[in-house]
């Protein structure tokens, strides 16, 4: 596990800055292998350039601050994002604050005030449609462009393409609606996670011998309603589960909420924070006629996603330690 990645912020003194860093610059939401390749080209800069790579980030995400009204489905918050970088093996991110004040800034001073004075870097790599500034008109070509005079490198990615088929942010949200955890986690070079803390709730699973660890996932998560075969981690502890994200038909038809069926485990979760990573799905939510109908599935979910589980006994996000 990564340590020692260092998270720099527009509050951040100038002297704590290392000056001379190699930038990977992006949004990142996911880190898939899209964003993985550009941060390879940073670590490969790096390592030629004597200096530490660092990740350039933005949060709030720009769309939400364009589109306040139309939420997006987020692959990872910022904390989680900040974790799936620390993984990397980059030295660590800078997170710029996406507010009215940077939307307005020209991709000229963007590149000489944030990127030259303030930073120092040395060089950056960015992916083929990365686009910045006002307006938008910052693009790989003017970095490209700028770079000789700026006495910087820049590293173009290309896209990456899985059965000739573009990665991207937008490309792993709709396979997760549809519950193709399989390829959202080819495209993102790692299992799907989240991270929430665990909740009290109806205690019905307790009376149907699942007792469940309930957490709520933010009201625009486009996960598929389902079954799931997950693998939990509390810390560094990890355990095979069976989980439910969805409504609940049977019973109450209420606000979506993931229940986590942990195998082989006794003990209290709750308050406890987990990271749960999907694996596979199982089937579509489904409205049982009585108790047993449903318990007879459960047991077979559990089957299910045990063998799920067996065949995938590595299956975790690659995570950091920040600070």
Same mark, same amino acid.
């Given at each position: 596990?990564?340590?020692?990645?260092?998270?720099?912020?527009?509050?951040?003194?100038?002297?704590?800055?290392?000056?001379?860093?190699?930038?990977?610059?992006?949004?990142?939401?996911? %880190?898939?292998?899209?964003? !993985?390749? &550009?941060?390879?080209? =940073?670590? /490969? $800069?790096?390592? @030629?350039? *004597?200096?530490?790579?660092?990740?350039?980030?933005?949060?709030?995400?720009?769309?939400?601050?364009?589109?306040?009204?139309?939420?997006?489905?987020?692959?990872?918050?910022?904390?989680?994002?900040?974790?799936?970088?620390?993984?990397?093996?980059?030295?660590?991110?800078?997170?710029?604050?996406?507010?009215?004040?940077?939307?307005?800034?020209?991709?000229?001073?963007?590149?000489?005030?944030?990127?030259?004075?303030?930073?120092?870097?040395?060089?950056?790599?960015?992916?083929?449609?990365?686009?910045?500034?006002?307006?938008?008109?910052?693009?790989?070509?003017?970095?490209?462009?700028?770079?000789?005079?700026?006495?910087?490198?820049?590293?173009?990615?290309?896209? %990456?393409?899985?059965?000739? !088929?573009? &990665?991207?942010?937008? =490309?792993? /949200? $709709?396979?997760? @609606?549809? *519950?193709?955890?399989?390829?959202?986690?080819?495209?993102?070079?790692?299992?799907?996670?989240?991270?929430?803390?665990?909740?009290?709730?109806?205690?019905?699973?307790?009376?149907?011998?699942?007792?469940?660890?309930?957490?709520?996932?933010?009201?625009?998560?486009?996960?598929?309603?389902?079954?799931?075969?997950?693998?939990?981690?509390?810390?560094?502890?990890?355990?095979?589960?069976?989980?439910?994200?969805?409504?609940?038909?049977?019973?109450?038809?209420?606000?979506?909420?993931?229940?986590?069926?942990?195998?082989?485990?006794?003990?209290?979760?709750?308050?406890?924070?987990?990271?749960?990573?999907?694996?596979?799905?199982?089937?579509?939510?489904?409205?049982?006629?009585?108790?047993?109908?449903?318990?007879?599935?459960?047991?077979?979910?559990?089957?299910?996603?045990?063998?799920?589980?067996?065949?995938?006994?590595?299956?975790?996000?690659?995570?950091?330690?920040?600070?």
């Amino acid at each position: 596990m990564t340590t020692g990645f260092t998270v720099i912020r527009d509050t951040t003194p100038a002297d704590a800055i290392p000056r001379g860093a190699v930038v990977a610059m992006g949004n990142f939401d996911g %880190v898939h292998l899209g964003h !993985r390749a &550009v941060i390879a080209a =940073a670590l /490969r $800069m790096g390592r @030629a350039h *004597g200096k530490p790579a660092f990740a350039v980030t933005f949060e709030p995400h720009p769309r939400s601050f364009f589109s306040p009204n139309s939420p997006q489905f987020r692959l990872s918050d910022e904390a989680s994002k900040l974790r799936l970088l620390a993984g990397t093996g980059l030295s660590g991110a800078v997170v710029m604050t996406f507010d009215k004040s940077r939307a307005g800034t020209t991709a000229q001073d963007f590149i000489h005030h944030d990127l030259i004075q303030r930073l120092g870097i040395s060089g950056i790599a960015v992916g083929y449609d990365f686009h910045f500034g006002k307006g938008r008109v910052g693009s790989p070509s003017l970095l490209v462009g700028e770079a000789p005079r700026l006495g910087i490198e820049v590293d173009v990615q290309a896209h %990456v393409d899985i059965a000739e !088929r573009p &990665v991207s942010s937008s =490309a792993i /949200r $709709m396979a997760l @609606a549809e *519950g193709q955890i399989d390829d959202a986690t080819e495209m993102l070079g790692g299992p799907w996670f989240v991270t929430g803390e665990v909740i009290h709730g109806e205690k019905r699973g307790r009376d149907l011998g699942y007792p469940t660890a309930n957490i709520r996932l933010d009201k625009t998560c486009g996960l598929k309603h389902g079954i799931y075969a997950v693998r939990v981690g509390r810390g560094a502890e990890r355990f095979n589960a069976v989980a439910s994200y969805g409504r609940r038909p049977t019973f109450d038809n209420g606000a979506p909420l993931l229940e986590v069926f942990l195998f082989d485990f006794k003990g209290d979760l709750y308050g406890s924070k987990l990271d749960v990573a999907f694996i596979g799905f199982i089937r579509d939510e489904l409205k049982f006629d009585n108790i047993d109908a449903l318990i007879r599935q459960m047991d077979d979910d559990s089957a299910r996603a045990r063998a799920v589980l067996a065949a995938a006994p590595d299956a975790f996000p690659r995570l950091g330690e920040i600070g």
